[in-house]
DNA sequence: GTATATGTAACAATGGATGTTGCATTCGTC
DNA sequence: GACGAATGCAACATCCATTGTTACATATAC
């Protein structure tokens, strides 16, 4: 895996389970999947069932499934599930200038860019889950 | 600097520029306004060069300015000379899978992700360099 | 009690971005 | 023509976020 894995592992897996609501799937079989790690898999995951995207059970017969209709789940849910913050960065880092004119425009740059973020989430509001898994998909229950 | 930097970098000089459009700015002042190191400038403004937003000129006098009207430069204009590709990720490394439903989901996924990536642009195109610029600034030549 | 799952912490490994140094080249000025 | 000042570029070092890995506690079904 490279870049924007967890988005990318977050939405193969939420459109996997998309074809097969009833089924519990274990970390380790997701992992065998998407060609990574299960503990891996259980962090990324962990995020989406704190935003009630999914739900885990322990123990034997344990797993993760999707805790809520596919159909209600946008790319934005699971975006900021993922505290993902593509375009406007983590932020506030900037050394404080001792010139005005930089602070101002740094400000001002961070401002445009958050525009931009929302933008996007609005963007990801109109795709759901249901509209990533393929139409043609002849091998899942669904 | 940290996350976006290099987006950030481009815009912030840009957005400087727009102010005095006539001057010309050493790398090295650039840097020191930005808090960064100059062969980093050049490395960021030279992407812009080659997308013809920018122009530099070598030798004694040399420097940077900008090589169109500020307003005909949009953020997807930066963006796009950057080769940034925030949403879609770097794309095609992923390992062939023997499942057809992987390969299936994966190449979705990808889709999807493209989508929204030209959704992206598209939003960015509608601000313009001159939008950035604070319009309570009096300090520069504007 | 055992097998199997998640939950989590701690650490290692990887890789991309940034920072740095060095040097060739170009251009204005003396 | 020599010199100073700038870009252009390559090579290398450093930093840091992400990912991968190991280990172990805990919970649950059988």
Redesign the interface.
């Known amino acids: 895996m490279?870049?924007?894995s967890r988005?990318?592992l977050a939405?193969?897996t939420l459109?996997?389970m998309a074809g097969e609501p009833g089924r519990v799937r274990t970390s380790a079989d997701i992992a065998d999947?998407a060609?990574t790690n299960p503990v891996v898999v259980r962090r990324v995951l962990g995020k989406l069932r704190e935003a009630g995207l999914l739900s885990s059970e322990k123990g034997h017969a344990g797993g993760w499934q999707l805790a809520k209709d596919a159909d209600s789940i946008t790319?934005a849910d699971v975006y900021l599930a993922l505290d993902e913050r593509?375009?406007?960065?983590?932020g506030g880092?900037a050394?404080p200038?001792h010139?005005?004119?930089?602070t101002?425009?740094?400000s001002?740059?961070a401002e445009?860019?958050d525009?931009?973020e929302e933008?996007?989430v609005e963007?990801?509001r109109e795709?759901k889950i249901t509209?990533?898994?393929?139409s043609?998909?002849s091998?899942?229950g669904s």
Chains 1, 2 share one sequence.
């Not at 509209?131 to 393929?134: A, G, R, W």
């Open positions: 490279k870049r924007n988005l990318s939405l193969h459109s996997h999947h060609g790319l593509l375009v406007a960065g983590s880092d050394e200038s010139c005005s004119v930089e101002g425009l740094q001002r740059v445009v860019l525009d931009i933008s996007l963007r990801l795709t509209d990533v898994h393929p043609s998909c091998y899942c």
